[in-house]
Protein backbone atom coordinates (compact mmCIF):
# COMPACT_ATOMS: atom_id res chain seq x y z
CA UNK A 1 0.00 0.00 0.00
CA UNK A 2 1.61 3.43 -1.01
CA UNK A 3 1.52 6.00 1.47
CA UNK A 4 1.24 9.45 0.61
CA UNK A 5 1.77 12.46 3.19
CA UNK A 6 0.69 15.65 2.60
CA UNK A 7 2.02 19.23 4.30
CA UNK A 8 1.82 22.86 3.77
CA UNK A 9 -1.61 24.05 3.50
CA UNK A 10 -2.92 27.31 5.19
CA UNK A 11 -4.56 30.21 5.45
CA UNK A 12 -3.05 33.23 3.01
CA UNK A 13 -4.33 36.61 1.95
CA UNK A 14 -5.31 37.15 -2.06
CA UNK A 15 -2.15 37.63 -4.06
CA UNK A 16 -0.18 35.21 -1.68
CA UNK A 17 1.80 32.21 -2.28
CA UNK A 18 2.12 28.92 -0.56
CA UNK A 19 3.65 25.41 -1.01
CA UNK A 20 2.26 22.41 -0.78
CA UNK A 21 4.37 19.17 -0.17
CA UNK A 22 3.32 15.47 -0.99
CA UNK A 23 5.99 12.42 -0.14
CA UNK A 24 5.35 8.88 -1.31
CA UNK A 25 6.55 5.75 -0.50
CA UNK A 26 7.18 5.05 -3.40
CA UNK A 27 7.93 6.56 -7.03
CA UNK A 28 5.05 6.95 -9.10
CA UNK A 29 3.82 9.93 -11.27
CA UNK A 30 1.79 12.50 -9.18
CA UNK A 31 -0.72 15.04 -9.41
CA UNK A 32 -2.61 17.55 -7.41
CA UNK A 33 -6.61 17.12 -7.13
CA UNK A 34 -8.24 19.81 -5.39
CA UNK A 35 -12.10 20.18 -4.25
CA UNK A 36 -14.97 21.97 -2.64
CA UNK A 37 -17.74 21.20 -0.13
CA UNK A 38 -20.46 19.95 -2.39
CA UNK A 39 -18.55 19.54 -5.22
CA UNK A 40 -16.49 16.94 -7.40
CA UNK A 41 -12.76 16.46 -6.87
CA UNK A 42 -10.96 19.04 -9.97
CA UNK A 43 -7.93 18.36 -11.54
CA UNK A 44 -5.08 20.97 -10.80
CA UNK A 45 -1.80 19.64 -11.96
CA UNK A 46 0.18 16.32 -12.53
CA UNK A 47 4.32 15.48 -13.23
CA UNK A 48 5.38 12.81 -14.80
CA UNK A 49 6.84 9.79 -13.33
CA UNK A 50 10.82 11.25 -14.43
CA UNK A 51 9.32 14.74 -13.90
CA UNK A 52 10.09 15.81 -17.53
CA UNK A 53 6.14 16.43 -18.18
CA UNK A 54 3.80 18.54 -16.74
CA UNK A 55 0.01 19.50 -17.40
CA UNK A 56 -2.18 21.91 -15.11
CA UNK A 57 -5.67 23.33 -15.65
CA UNK A 58 -6.01 26.11 -17.28
CA UNK A 59 -7.39 27.51 -13.94
CA UNK A 60 -3.74 28.09 -12.98
CA UNK A 61 -1.75 27.78 -15.60
CA UNK A 62 0.99 30.59 -14.87
CA UNK A 63 0.40 30.98 -11.58
CA UNK A 64 0.62 26.63 -10.17
CA UNK A 65 3.91 25.18 -10.52
CA UNK A 66 4.42 21.47 -9.78
CA UNK A 67 7.60 20.04 -9.52
CA UNK A 68 9.22 17.22 -8.36
CA UNK A 69 12.23 16.39 -5.46
CA UNK A 70 13.93 13.08 -5.31
CA UNK A 71 12.39 10.43 -6.38
CA UNK A 72 9.33 10.26 -4.22
CA UNK A 73 8.59 14.12 -3.34
CA UNK A 74 6.47 16.44 -5.17
CA UNK A 75 5.86 20.34 -4.45
CA UNK A 76 2.63 22.22 -5.59
CA UNK A 77 3.87 26.48 -5.67
CA UNK A 78 1.15 28.00 -6.03
CA UNK A 79 1.58 32.07 -6.27
CA UNK A 80 -1.10 34.83 -6.70
CA UNK A 81 -3.13 32.99 -4.74
CA UNK A 82 -7.26 33.64 -5.37
CA UNK A 83 -10.30 33.09 -2.99
CA UNK A 84 -11.45 30.54 -6.39
CA UNK A 85 -8.64 28.33 -4.65
CA UNK A 86 -9.97 27.81 -1.75
CA UNK A 87 -10.23 24.05 -1.74
CA UNK A 88 -8.57 20.64 -0.16
CA UNK A 89 -5.73 19.82 -1.81
CA UNK A 90 -5.38 16.24 -2.30
CA UNK A 91 -1.95 14.90 -3.61
CA UNK A 92 -2.34 11.45 -5.83
CA UNK A 93 0.12 8.92 -7.27
CA UNK A 94 -0.71 6.64 -10.32
CA UNK A 95 -0.17 7.76 -13.95
CA UNK A 96 0.00 11.53 -15.15
CA UNK A 97 -3.63 11.73 -15.99
CA UNK A 98 -6.02 14.70 -15.85
CA UNK A 99 -9.05 12.30 -13.91
CA UNK A 100 -8.70 11.00 -10.77
CA UNK A 101 -9.74 7.22 -11.59
CA UNK A 102 -5.76 8.03 -13.59
CA UNK A 103 -4.96 7.40 -9.59
CA UNK A 104 -4.81 4.85 -7.46
CA UNK A 105 -3.20 6.15 -4.10
CA UNK A 106 -4.97 9.94 -2.16
CA UNK A 107 -3.00 11.53 0.56
CA UNK A 108 -5.34 12.65 3.57
CA UNK A 109 -5.91 16.37 1.80
CA UNK A 110 -5.00 19.19 3.24
CA UNK A 111 -6.72 22.84 3.55
CA UNK A 112 -6.01 26.13 1.47
CA UNK A 113 -8.61 28.81 2.36
CA UNK A 114 -7.86 32.58 0.30
CA UNK A 115 -9.32 35.31 1.92
CA UNK A 116 -10.24 38.44 -0.04
Known amino acids: QVQLVESGGGLVQTGGSLRLSCTAS????MGWFRQVAGKGREFVAT???????TTYTDLVKGRFTILREGKTTVYLQMNSLKPEDTAIYYC??????????????WGQGTQVTVSS
Open 92 to 105: AAGSDGTRWSDYDY
Open 26 to 29: ERYA
Open 47 to 53: ISWSGDR
